[in-house]
Nanobody, 121 residues
Framework: QVQVAESGGGLVQPGGSLRLSCTAS???????MAWYRQAPGKQRELVAS???????EYADDAKGRFTISRDKGKNTVYLQMDSLKSEDTALYYC????????????????WGQGTQVTVSS
């Protein structure tokens, strides 16, 4: 069973910074890891993603403020969030997509439980 665990959320003032971390089980061979967020009453949306070869994509609102990075050896991805705004308040989810082996290889995606980020003065 693949487990995905996030950490690093919390309360921060507008203009502040937070760094989120996410680690997936070693049983999955990662192809893509990503951060999504969901604010109350809104749909879950992609914030940033990074592939195993280092290709990164960002939501327009995240460009220039957020940076995604990874430690491939640890199946870990980070999201450095700077210049935070109140609109960034949401539950942030980590997503890991890749392959696992159980009698044969299969590809699937796995979600973490989420970590709350609250931006408020």
């Amino acid at each position: 069973q693949v487990q995905v665990a996030e950490s690093g959320g919390g309360l921060v003032q507008p203009g502040g910074s937070l760094r989120l971390s996410c680690t997936a089980s070693r049983s999955i061979t990662i192809e893509v890891m990503a951060w999504y967020r969901q604010a109350p009453g809104k749909q879950r949306e992609l914030v940033a993603s990074i592939t195993t070869i280092g290709r990164m994509e960002y939501a327009d609102d995240a460009k220039g403020r957020f940076t995604i990075s990874r430690d491939k050896g640890k199946n870990t991805v980070y999201l450095q969030m700077d210049s935070l705004k109140s609109e960034d308040t949401a539950l942030y989810y980590c997503y890991a997509f890749g392959s696992t082996y159980s009698g044969g290889y299969s590809r699937s995606g796995y979600w973490g439980q989420g970590t709350q980020v609250t931006v408020s003065s």
